[in-house]
């Protein structure tokens, strides 16, 4: 197994070296304080078609980082107890950060010969056997994909419960965000990028929106054209779910620091787009490793773009999206229209609260 800095997990092998012609797939869960659900999510993962098909070299790498708890010890638990029928190997590494933990998986953990690298975080559930598998077909079926995602679902959607007018008013308000464009975006808890690709890039460490910035390095094949978003499909029939926020405060907490995160992705790509003007589509990928090494790279790229003159920190398009949708969409129900109106007054308190964060110089390391 590979060595990370910190204690290192004893690897649980399952299988042979695969032959030739086999599909090597090397699967990274990243854990940050996951002892509640780590051992359930390998049980998922070794329920799963995909493990039982001949052909198909499948390892897991469970990525503790930066944890207080007992996520190793649980993780080496479970996967010993899932020995000859799924292959894990697990790390335990003190420095945490889901953009510096990618870069570690990508760049020095998984194989080099991998195909297709699957993220997925350690706190999601996978319910159906069929999810693994459908989002590896689709990359198969589609070569001109770069990735595939899941279909997140909320937990509180997904089994019948009796829910409080906030967790009902929160998962109707879900649904008014899902346009178009949401099928073709990267989902961070449950995604697959070719192996040969996603080795091209790197992630700038401190970075807190990692999907949105993937998402766009997808689009725009690594920033060297215009977007182009059916690079990223979502798989018919795969679907995970995660833990629905219960309670306002908590909401808004979180929306705030998605917010953030996506003004801190758009300041990154105004920065991409001069240098790029500047010196050419062969400066970016040097530039981003870079920002992947220098912890420092984010804040000075923050401060030399940050405030804009016409919107302050947080551009428009984050507080009227939900609206935009809506209208695109050509629905007018009576009860969709009202789930909007007051998604977009969530919207606002969550805007003006990311502007003044960010002002009081909230951003890198905000997560």
């Known amino acids: 197994m590979s060595a990370a800095s910190g204690a290192i997990a004893e690897s649980i092998p399952c299988a042979a070296p695969a032959a030739a012609g086999t599909l090597r797939i090397d699967l990274g869960i990243f854990a940050y304080n996951e002892e509640a659900g780590i051992g359930r999510l390998l049980e998922d993962l070794a329920r799963q078609d995909l493990c039982a098909r001949p052909g198909i070299d499948l390892r897991v790498l469970v990525l503790a980082n930066g944890c207080r708890d007992a996520t190793v010890a649980r993780a080496a638990a479970a996967a010993a107890g899932l020995a000859g029928r799924l292959r894990v190997d697990i790390t335990d590494d003190p420095e945490g950060g889901k953009s510096r933990t990618w870069n570690r998986f990508v760049h020095r953990e998984s194989r080099p010969d991998a195909e297709i690298l699957v993220f997925m975080d350690g706190d999601i559930e996978l319910p159906e056997p069929g999810t693994l598998g459908a989002v590896i077909d689709l990359l198969a079926a589609r070569p001109e994909l770069t990735g595939a995602s899941s279909q997140p679902v909320k937990d509180i959607d997904y089994r019948p419960q009796k829910l409080g007018l906030v967790e009902r008013l929160i998962s109707m308000g879900g649904g008014t965000l899902d346009g178009e464009g949401a099928r073709h975006a990267i989902c961070g808890q449950f ?65 705030t620091r998605i917010v953030i995160g996506s003004a801190i992705n758009s300041a990154i790509f105004r920065h ?34 940050l405030p804009d003159r016409r919107y302050g920190f947080v551009p428009w398009h984050f507080l009227n999206k939900r609206v935009v949708i809506f209208w695109r969409s050509g629905r007018f129900e009576p009860k969709r229209a009202l789930v909007v109106a007051l998604g977009f007054g969530l919207d606002l308190v969550v805007w003006i609260r990311a502007q003044a964060a960010m002002a009081r110089g909230a951003g890198v390391g905000f997560w």
């Open 191 to 255: 995604y697959a990028l070719r192996g040969a690709w996603a080795r091209g890039l790197h992630l700038p460490v401190g970075l807190p929106v990692e999907d949105g910035f993937l998402g766009a390095m997808v689009g725009t094949d690594l920033w060297s054209e215009g977007p182009r978003p059916k690079r990223m499909d979502r798989a018919d029939g795969a679907r995970h779910l995660y833990e629905s926020e219960r309670r306002m405060g908590s909401l808004l907490r979180h929306q």
């Open 272 to 305: 991409l787009s001069a240098l790029r003007a500047r010196e050419g589509q062969g400066a970016i990928a040097a530039e981003l490793a870079r920002a992947a090494a220098d912890p420092d790279w984010l804040g000075r790229v923050l401060k030399a773009e």
